[in-house]
C-alpha cells in the first residue's frame, strides 16, 4: 500500500490477489480507437518488468472503443469524456489520475516493446 493509502491489482503477469502499490502510470489517449486499441493494450499489459505500473485510457470516442476497452480489459482505467478531446488534454487529465511516480505516454495506435 502507497503511503497515500492508494492501492491497485498488480499487472496481469503477477497474482491478481497481490496488492502492490503503483511505480509507474501509463496514459493512452484514444479517440474512435476500435481499429488499433486492442493491440495497443495487448503490448501495454504485455511489459516485461519487475514493477507495478497501471494503464489509464482517456477516450473521447464516439465508436466502440470504450466498450471494447470496458470488456476486454478490466485491468485498464478507463476515464470516457462525451466530447472529442485532444491528446494533450487526453494526457494531462490522465496524469491527474494517475498514482504513480513515474508516467509514460503513448497513443492508441501505437504498439509499445516489451522492454
Do not use: W
Request: glycine share 4%; proline share 6%; hydrophobic share 30%.
Amino acid at each position: 500500500m502507497r503511503s497515500d493509502g492508494n492501492e491497485i491489482n498488480v499487472p496481469k503477469s503477477q497474482t491478481h490477489s497481490e496488492k502492490i502499490p503503483v511505480l509507474a502510470s501509463v496514459i493512452v489517449p484514444s479517440y474512435n480507437s476500435m481499429r488499433t486499441i486492442r493491440r495497443c493494450l495487448h503490448s501495454i499489459l504485455a511489459q516485461e518488468t519487475s514493477f507495478p505500473f497501471e494503464v489509464i485510457c482517456v477516450d473521447s470516442s464516439k465508436d466502440e472503443t470504450p466498450d471494447i476497452i470496458s470488456r476486454e480489459f478490466p485491468q485498464v482505467r478507463l476515464i470516457h469524456i462525451e466530447r472529442q478531446t485532444y491528446p494533450g488534454s487526453a494526457r494531462n487529465l490522465g496524469i491527474r489520475q494517475a498514482q504513480g511516480s513515474i508516467i509514460a505516454c503513448t497513443d492508441s495506435d501505437c504498439i509499445v516493446d516489451k522492454n
